[in-house]
């Protein structure tokens, strides 16, 4: 499809395990995010990418997140030893470049941590 | 980190009306400002964009304002429908930087 693509939709886990989330941006966009949603509030940045630099990683939580970029596209969002409060929408966003063009974002992967 | 609001605020209108939603904006070297509206289990929308060069722009129903010396930003809805029911989140961008979002509004639209 055209726009950015995310998954799984929805993702329940047992506490303590690990689990990963998948973001197909939109073609020839060098810029990623990801963002996290909890439920009723406003997103908070994560990480993003840009092209070949080296990711930007000021917004994770935890040394319990991580994230990686393979041949510029797609990316994995990983988060290990889940516990209850990591239970969020996370959202990846994509764009042309980082800055001055918008970010198109896809519609976000439900994580739930029981 | 970035603003994360712990509750929304919400403006309430009657189908038909005009909507007005406010933001301030925090960086007032940011050049580039977004609106984006967020339905139900779904990823923000963009909808409108507007350059610090101007301080309008008009689209299909909406317009942006941007007053940049109180550094405030807004969407205006012409006609409000039911359908435009949703969260909606400004984000300004200082220069070569990422876009920062605002922590949201949301709009409530009864027939």
């Known amino acids: 499809g055209a726009g950015v693509s995310q998954s799984p939709s929805n993702k329940v886990t047992e506490k303590g395990k690990d689990v990963e989330l998948r973001c197909d941006p939109i073609?020839?966009?060098?810029?990623l995010y990801w963002y996290r949603q909890s439920l009723g509030q406003g997103l908070e940045f994560l990480i993003y990418f840009q092209g070949n630099s080296a990711p930007d990683k000021s917004g994770l939580p935890s040394d319990r997140f991580s994230a990686e970029r393979t041949g510029g596209s797609v990316s994995t969002l990983t988060i290990q030893r889940t516990q209850q409060e990591d239970s969020a929408v996370y959202l990846c966003?994509?764009?042309?470049?980082?800055?001055?063009?918008?970010?198109?974002f896809g519609d976000g992967t439900r994580l739930s941590i029981l | 980190g970035e603003s994360v609001g712990l509750h929304l605020p919400t403006l309430s209108v009657q189908e038909g009306d005009n909507s007005i939603i406010n933001c301030a904006y925090s960086?007032?070297?940011?050049?580039?400002f977004i609106w984006y509206k967020q339905e139900s289990g779904k990823g923000p929308q963009f909808i409108i964009d507007?350059?610090?060069?101007?301080d309008k722009r008009q689209g299909q129903r909406v317009t942006v304002l941007l007053n940049k010396t109180v550094k405030h930003l807004s969407l205006q809805i012409a006609a409000t429908q039911p359908g435009d029911s949703a969260v909606y989140f400004c984000?300004?961008?200082?220069?070569?930087?990422?876009?920062?979002f605002g922590t949201g509004t949301r709009l409530l639209v009864s027939p």
């Open positions: 984000a300004e961008t200082p220069p070569l930087q990422k876009l920062v």
């Open positions: 073609s020839g966009h060098t810029a």
């Open positions: 966003a994509s764009s042309s470049t980082i800055s001055n063009q918008p970010q198109h």
């Open positions: 507007i350059r610090s060069n101007m």
């Open positions: 960086n007032s070297a940011s050049d580039y």
